[in-house]
């Protein structure tokens, strides 16, 4: 490689990390809002209903639970739609979600409106609302948990390369990239499962009124159309995201034509777009993590 390949090169690489670098500043600083601050809604005054949207993978609620609390303390939201087009994320925060969404309707009427998919972690957050209306053709459900991570053992002994662990206790490292899981350590996991996967169907029982047995039956993993869904007791009536507003309207005791407005905040693409890619990026690097996402 001649030398001017290589300061090319070597300049590009430099060039891509000072973007990444100011790119996740620019982010902090600018496309955040901080903690406690209200930036206000659009629309008009009076009554209102509020509208949240939960879109992509659920990974960091922080921003979400702040909207829909704000929501829940304006006395000029009516009634909530919460419009969901996501396939689940990680078992935290979509739980976080699913436990604001319950002191939401709690104090006013939510209604969700599904959109192309609300599945796994996302049907776990619609779950906590008064109603949920989906299309015929939305994909719902994905009842289940999943826990992953790479290894890459054939081509480190293939290489010749070896990773050496300090460690304070026999599981301390769990999950290493760099060997097999051991029969220990896949039983823990197994019990991790287990216990994250019977919170799902409590939940799907308590939210949805439906026998247990019933749930277990249908908490295999498996996707469900809109109109299957409705069929199992997954969801309450079929529709678009217009008839969910109307529903809404309706359960608040409000007008059809009333305000919906939602939460604004400075969108930064590029911005967002990098701290999506770093943040799963980071993600990738923690080792196994559980999710209620669909695969």
Do not use: C
């Amino acid at each position: 490689m001649t030398t001017r390949t290589q300061g090319l090169l070597l300049g590009s690489l430099v060039l891509l990390a000072a973007i990444l670098v100011v790119g996740s500043a620019l982010t902090f600083l600018f496309g955040r809002r901080a903690d406690g601050v209200d930036l206000g809604f659009a629309g008009g005054g009076g009554g209102r209903i509020g509208l949240v949207v939960v879109e992509g993978p659920i990974s960091d609620s922080r921003e979400l639970l702040e909207e829909v609390d704000a929501l829940r303390r304006d006395g000029s939201i009516k009634a909530v739609v919460l419009r969901v087009n996501s396939p689940g994320g990680e078992v935290g925060p979509s739980q976080e979600l699913h436990d604001a969404v319950a002191r939401l309707s709690a104090d006013k009427p939510v209604v969700v409106s599904v959109g192309a998919v609300a599945a796994s972690g996302a049907y776990y957050a619609a779950m906590a609302a008064d109603s949920i209306v989906s299309s015929p053709g939305s994909v719902i459900g994905s009842i289940g948990v999943i826990l992953s991570y790479p290894t890459a053992v054939g081509l480190m002994e293939k290489v010749g390369v070896e990773w050496r662990v300090y460690k304070s206790g026999r599981l301390k490292d769990m999950g290493s990239f760099a060997r097999n899981p051991t029969e220990e350590e896949e039983a823990v996991m197994d019990g991790v499962i287990a216990d994250v996967f019977d919170q799902f169907v409590s939940a799907v029982v308590t939210d949805r009124g439906l026998d247990r047995d019933v749930v277990l039956d249908l908490a295999d993993g498996r996707i469900f159309t809109g109109r299957q869904a409705l069929e199992a007791g997954l969801v309450d009536r079929l529709g678009d995201y217009q008839a969910a507003v109307t529903l809404a309207a309706g359960m608040a005791g409000i007008a059809p034509e009333t305000p919906v407005v939602r939460k604004t905040r400075p969108r930064f693409p590029l911005l967002d777009f990098l701290d999506n890619f770093l943040g799963e990026q980071a993600r990738t690097t923690w080792g196994p993590h559980l999710e209620y996402r669909l695969r």
